[in-house]
């Protein structure tokens, strides 16, 4: 699996080493489709505190495309949280075989 952070603040890459495990850990069940996932951190306001904290996951795997997912909430833990598991719901999602539509019965009267 290839995992790519990047951040525009360099006092964000402190966070890397546990992004990384992050994303391993959430996506283990993805292992077989060979997913690649990248992880953008940024602070939307700068340093100061607040609902700005900004991560943007993207996972693409063979045969399900790419999804991209962001999330801006109060810390970065919770940032990373939402944003991969909402992307790793969303890929499985993909990778599922579409449904027939199941058509009404008209009812006569």
Do not use: N, Y
Request: aromatic letters at 4%; charged letters at 30%; a positive charge.
């Amino acid at each position: 699996m290839q995992i790519i952070f990047e951040s525009r603040e360099p006092w964000l890459e402190r966070l890397r080493g546990f992004a990384v495990r992050r994303v391993r850990q959430a996506t283990r069940p993805l292992d077989w489709l060979a997913p690649r996932a990248r992880v953008q951190m940024s602070d939307v306001q700068g340093a100061r505190d607040g609902i700005d904290k900004r991560c943007q996951v993207e996972l693409t795997a063979e045969g399900a495309g790419t999804v991209v997912v962001t999330s801006i909430t109060r810390d970065w833990g919770s940032a990373l949280q939402s944003a991969l598991s909402r992307a790793v719901r969303a890929l499985l999602l993909r990778l599922q075989p579409a449904r027939p539509r199941r058509r009404a019965l008209a009812h006569p009267r």
